[in-house]
């Protein structure tokens, strides 16, 4: 990524800090990135960490920049668009990283033919170990879907969806899914206990089993489903849990769980938009 373009972050949270981390770890330069919100002393606190110019007044920070990266809450975004709208004729391109807001209606509230990109990255950013859908609008040009692909790549990996519909599927199964995973840490350690062990060992036991797992399933040229099968010896310990799960019907719980993340991830997109 060229260090001449300058990206400017509306919002100081958690996955600004994510974001303006990566950048900078993969070499680009502090000096233009630039940073607002409302909350003084949190910009304080990042331009401490990071040496970055901060603003308390969006429309200044737009102004100077050719990326702008919404990382508000979805709740305020209508209202930071609207007063971005008569500031942005230096057509920047804008990556959302608001959940559930849809390119659509952010478009509307800045005014029409804004280059948007829309992404839902999740909360192993935090640790670089990110994965983010992204979208992009008509208006975005080839050279800006690079770019864009190249801010969030710093967090983790990404992958572009054609329909805006295949973001609310990406929210249910990556945005959501570090929460299931939590949710089977928590009951294996719990189960642990049950069986005997002390809380503290099972749960050391239950993130570093996770941890592996998901290490071997990314290092691997087997599918999921070819290292459970190398895993479970017939008529052996894993076969009879692994049993227990199907008897339970354990892929149609995922799944209507997954459904229940996709069907509130439209609704909030149509709750998000509905402002006027």
């Not at 303006?20 to 233009?32: C, H, K, M, R, Y």
């Not at 770019?147 to 519909?165: F, H, N, T, Y």
Request: some cysteine; aromatic content about 6%.
């Amino acid at each position: 990524m060229q260090n001449l373009t300058t990206i400017g972050f509306i919002g100081a949270g958690n996955m600004a800090y994510a974001l303006i981390s990566g950048l900078i770890n993969n070499g680009f330069s502090a000096q233009n990135i630039k940073l607002s919100d409302t909350d003084a002393a949190l910009l304080s606190l990042r331009a401490d960490e990071f040496n970055l110019e901060v603003f308390t007044d969006n429309v200044k920070l737009a102004a100077q920049c050719e990326v702008i990266v919404f990382a508000v809450k979805p709740q305020v975004l209508s209202l930071v668009c609207k007063e971005l709208q008569q500031h942005i004729n230096h057509n920047p391109l804008i990556i959302s990283i608001a959940a559930g807001v849809r390119a659509t209606d952010i478009n509307r509230w800045l005014g029409g033919d804004t280059a948007i990109v829309r992404t839902m990255p999740n909360t192993p950013a935090l640790l670089g170990k990110g994965a983010t859908g992204m979208l992009a609008n008509e208006a975005v040009s080839d050279k800006q879907k690079a770019l864009a692909g190249q801010i969030l790549s710093a967090v983790g990996s990404c992958l572009w969806v054609e329909d805006e519909k295949m973001l609310d599927a990406v929210t249910a199964l990556s945005g959501s899914g570090p929460a299931y995973f939590f949710l089977l840490i928590e009951s294996m350690a719990k189960a642990g206990v049950a069986l005997g062990l002390d809380e503290a060992s099972a749960e050391k036991l239950s993130i570093q089993t996770a941890l592996g797992a998901s290490m071997m399933a990314s290092s691997s040229d087997d599918s999921a489903h070819q290292l459970r099968a190398k895993v479970t010896s017939k008529n052996g310990t894993t076969q009879a849990a692994i049993e227990s799960f199907q008897d339970q019907d354990f892929e149609m719980i995922v799944a209507h769980a997954m459904r229940a993340a996709f069907d509130r991830s439209r609704e909030m997109g149509t709750e998000l938009g509905d402002d006027d």
